[in-house]
């Protein structure tokens, strides 16, 4: 049981380049997101998506795009970077909330991105 | 969208001093969760809280929810350098996305 899965680790990309990351979960939770973080910004929510089929856009979506291609898989796309998306993006899925336990989101171990 | 405002955002001590945190916002929120993320690494759960006035211990570290459901605090007792990390509050409104608090970085020296 791996948990939450990205790929890859580390990226350098070139101004104007394309990229996907990948990430993927094996606890069959229905929810996936995708956040970007930034020294003094905090986590900041991208895409996510709330089952099998849908994607919705959140706080910062402008310059990606999102597939989820299946239960397991939800990936992110630069189509042209560029230097303001350096960042460590999480991808991270949620376990669906019970009054008593509320919400759990589980993070991946993140993708250190630089764009020159 | 709800804000959540975390403070402090640093806080620099000495292994053995006790230190509280504190997650603030003007809404209601249904449950409210913290998370500890350690360098190059994702956050991990630490605690949820759902019940307004609810505290819970989590060995050296204690969570209360307001009574309002508005607010929190971490404390952690007699703090010790594996405690070092960026401590993250976030808010689940009812609906499919959480609103994380910007952080506080804690840095427990020996």
């Known amino acids: 049981n791996a948990g939450v899965t990205q790929t890859p680790k580390f990226q350098v990309l070139k101004t104007g380049q394309s990229m996907t990351l990948q990430c993927a979960q094996d606890m069959n939770h229905n929810s996936m997101y995708w956040y970007r973080q930034d020294p003094g910004m905090g986590l900041r929510l991208i895409y996510y998506s709330a089952s099998e089929g849908t994607t919705d856009k959140g706080e910062v979506p402008n310059g990606y795009n999102v597939s989820r291609l299946n239960k397991r898989e939800f990936s992110l796309r630069l189509e042209s970077a560029a230097p303001s998306q350096t960042s460590v993006y999480f991808c991270?899925?949620?376990?669906?909330?019970?009054?008593?336990?509320?919400?759990?989101?589980?993070f991946g171990p993140g993708t250190r991105l630089t764009v020159l | 969208t709800q804000l959540l405002e975390q403070s402090p955002q640093f806080l620099s001590i000495q292994e053995g001093e006790n230190l509280t945190v504190y997650c603030n916002s003007s809404s209601v929120f249904s449950s409210l969760q913290w998370y500890r993320q350690e360098p190059g690494e994702g956050p991990v759960l630490l605690v949820t809280v759902v019940t307004g006035g609810e505290v819970k211990k989590l060995k050296r570290l204690t969570f209360q929810f307001g009574d309002a459901r508005k607010d929190s605090s971490l404390h952690i007792t007699a703090a010790q350098p594996g405690d070092t990390g960026l401590y993250l509050c976030?808010?689940?409104?009812?609906?499919?996305?959480?609103?994380f608090g910007k952080g506080t970085m804690l840095l427990v020296s020996p």
């Open positions: 976030a808010g689940d409104e009812g609906y499919s996305t959480l609103t």
């Open positions: 991270a899925s949620r376990r669906t909330a019970s009054m008593l336990s509320g919400d759990t989101q589980y």
